[in-house]
C-alpha cells in the first residue's frame, strides 16, 4: 500500500506552521523524518493520523483520496510522545485490550516476562515505550506513525526496537520521527528533511548538512 500526503496548510494562531508538505511512505519501506526541534513533525503527524486538522491536506492511499481522518478506517495507528496506555493498567490487560499476542512479545523480550501483572505505573519509562512500540508495530494498522521511538529507551532496546521495525517493515508501512538522527537514518529506507515548513526529500545524507540541519563534518 501506498500512502500519500499533500498540500498540507497549518496555522497557529495565523502563523503558518506547514506549507508545500508532500511525503510518501508505502509497505515494505522505513519512511524517516528529520527537523528541528518546533519545526512542525508532531504536528504533520498528527495531521497524517487525523487528530489534527490543518487549513487543508489531501491523503491518498493508493491514489484514491481519503476525506474523512486515517484513523476513522482503521488503517493507521499512532505512537505519540507521550504514554498512552493508562498507568492502572496491567501489562498482560494491555495486550489483551489491542488484541496483540503477549506470547510473542516475551519471547522478543523475555526480561519482561516476570512483569505481566504489574500496572504501568510502576514499570520504567523506558520499558513502557517499548510495550508502546511493540503493541503500535504489531497493530493490524497498514501504516504505523511513531513519533520519538527511540526517546527514554536503553541501548539495548535501541537496537531491539530497530530490529523490530525492520521485521515488521515487511507488512506495513512505517513513518519515524526522532531528534536522535542517528537512528532515524539507520533505520530508513527513504528521508524527509522538513524546514521552513515544507519537507525535503532527501536522496543523500550530506544533503542534510548543505541544509544546515547538521554541521559540515557531523556524518
Avoid: W
Avoid at 502563523?15 to 527537523?35: D, F, M, P, S
Avoid at 489483551?96 to 523475555?110: E, G, M, T, W
Avoid at 519482561?112 to 505505573?121: A, G, P
Wanted: with cysteine.
Amino acid at each position: 500500500m501506498i500512502f500519500e500526503i499533500d498540500n498540507v496548510e497549518l496555522y497557529f494562531a495565523e502563523k503558518q506552521i506547514l506549507n508545500g508538505i508532500y511525503l510518501k511512505a508505502e509497505t515494505g519501506k522505513v519512511t524517516g523524518i528529520l527537523g528541528a526541534n518546533g519545526s512542525g513533525k508532531s504536528s504533520l503527524l498528527n495531521i497524517f493520523f487525523g487528530s489534527l486538522q490543518p487549513r487543508h491536506k489531501l491523503i491518498r492511499i493508493n491514489k484514491k483520496p481519503y476525506l474523512k481522518p486515517l484513523f476513522k478506517y482503521g488503517v493507521v495507528t499512532y505512537l505519540p510522545q507521550q504514554n498512552f496506555i493508562p498507568p492502572k493498567m496491567k501489562l498482560e490487560t494491555c495486550f489483551q485490550l489491542f488484541k496483540v499476542d503477549l506470547k510473542r512479545f516475551l519471547k522478543k523480550f523475555p526480561d519482561f516476562k516476570t512483569y505481566t501483572k504489574v500496572r504501568m505505573r510502576d514499570l520504567s519509562g523506558g520499558q513502557r515505550r517499548v510495550i508502546e512500540i511493540y503493541i503500535c508495530l504489531n497493530s493490524r494498522a497498514k501504516l504505523a506513525l511513531l513519533d520519538e521511538p527511540f526517546s527514554h529507551l536503553s541501548p539495548l532496546y535501541v537496537e531491539k526496537i530497530k530490529n523490530l521495525i525492520q521485521e515488521l517493515k515487511k507488512e506495513k508501512a512505517i513513518i519515524l520521527s526522532d531528534h536522535m538522527y542517528r537512528h532515524i537514518l539507520d533505520s530508513s529506507d527513504a528521508l524527509y528533511l522538513l524546514k521552513n515548513g515544507s519537507t525535503k526529500l532527501i536522496s543523500k545524507t550530506n544533503e542534510l548538512e548543505d541544509y544546515n540541519y547538521l554541521k559540515v563534518g557531523t556524518l
